[in-house]
């Protein structure tokens, strides 16, 4: 499976960029993807202090006509405007296969492996791999598909059951 990542309003350096991704193909080391990154874009700026609303960039990767698999990884704080209101670290649009991340207030290697986390969690969402409701481990850490999930006690890849529904998914698709 390939899949683009367009830095969008991406503040943060290159070499950040590069963590993530690696981090993020650990996570879906189960199967073989291939990350692709393309040309950053500017959409609403990257120094802005104000959070952005996350379907935002929905609209900007559909506006652009990127193809199904794409990921806007931004450094701005998202909310989710059409729900909820409130923070989010992602959001995911299984019908598109587009996605957004964003960081998590974390920094350094947190921020590495927050944000790979976010990344991996909406493109499993993609296979309509819904949240676990109860604590269900993937190694020592939580599934990367429980809801809220944070570096310090859930794991860059998902449990077995979520792999395997990852898996039929790309098999059907
Ligand atoms: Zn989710
Ligand atoms: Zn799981």
């Not at 291939?34 to 935002?56: I, Q, Y």
């Not at 506006?63 to 992602?90: C, P």
């Not at 927050?114 to 819904?130: C, D, P, R, S």
Request: net charge positive.
């Amino acid at each position: 499976m390939k899949i683009n990542i367009v830095p969008a309003d991406w503040r943060f350096s290159e070499s950040d960029l590069e963590r993530i991704i690696g981090c993020a193909n650990e996570g879906l080391g189960f199967v073989p993807v291939e990350f692709n990154v393309l040309a950053p874009r500017k959409v609403h700026g990257a120094s802005g202090m104000g959070r952005v609303d996350a379907n935002k960039y929905f609209e900007f990767l559909q506006d652009r006509r990127y193809r199904k698999g794409t990921v806007a990884i931004v450094s701005r704080t998202l909310y989710d405007g059409s729900r909820t209101k409130e923070f989010v670290q992602g959001l995911s649009w299984a019908d598109e296969r587009y996605a957004v991340a964003g960081p998590n207030h974390l920094y350094g290697v947190q921020r590495h492996l927050g944000l790979a986390q976010t990344l991996v969690h909406e493109i499993l969402h993609w296979g309509k791999i819904m949240h676990h409701r109860k604590r269900v481990y993937a190694g020592d850490k939580l599934c990367v598909m429980m809801p809220n999930g944070g570096p310090g006690y859930t794991s860059l890849g998902p449990c077995s059951r979520c792999q395997s529904r990852f898996v039929q998914y790309l098999n059907a698709a």
